[in-house]
């Protein structure tokens, strides 16, 4: 096994990691919220500052396991069209969308950091601070850039084995 297997499987190691850890914010998101429906509908007494932390927490569910859903590929694809062309104009279109992807995402990332380090903002009701969060989009965004990379190789590696 190579340096670029190692590393691929690594990065991809990672990725199942933080999506795994992105889960168990789902936890307290479903206590939270349960408390605060049946505090406000029940003891007519809503826990404050519930719709930020939901916020948050769902913010971090998602950017967590965005380049996991990449690395199993279970974003929405619509092949209706592509599905009958042949099989290097397939890949020749795939290139092409992962590297508008990967593009688009590292744009993210670096407008993210960008944006996230330079925060200084406070949520409105519980005073959380807003640079965690932007920075997490840039991570989140780069490890996107990673599996797109990783996508991009394996479609170039099976482009160049079809055409030999």
């Known amino acids: 096994m190579g340096w670029l297997e190692r590393t691929k499987k690594r990065i991809q190691t990672f990725n199942r990691f933080i999506a795994g850890v992105s889960g168990f914010f789902l ?49 929405v694809a619509v092949s209706l069209f592509t599905s009958r062309l042949s099989r290097p104009v397939q890949l020749g279109l795939n290139i092409l969308g992962t590297l508008l992807c990967l593009f688009i995402s590292f744009i993210i990332a670096w407008q993210g950091w960008v944006v996230g380090i330079e925060e200084k903002t406070v949520s409105d009701m519980l005073r959380v601070p807003q640079y965690p969060f932007r920075v997490l989009v840039a991570v989140a965004a780069f490890m996107m850039c990673l599996e797109l990379l990783i996508d991009l190789g394996d479609s170039l590696r099976r482009l160049v084995g079809r055409a030999s």
């Open 27 to 75: 936890i307290p998101l479903m206590v939270i919220t349960a408390v605060d429906v049946v505090g406000r509908d029940v003891f007519n007494h809503p826990i404050p500052g519930t719709v930020e932390l939901s916020q948050y927490m769902l913010a971090v569910f998602i950017l967590l396991g965005l380049a996991y859903t990449q690395q199993v590929k279970a974003h």
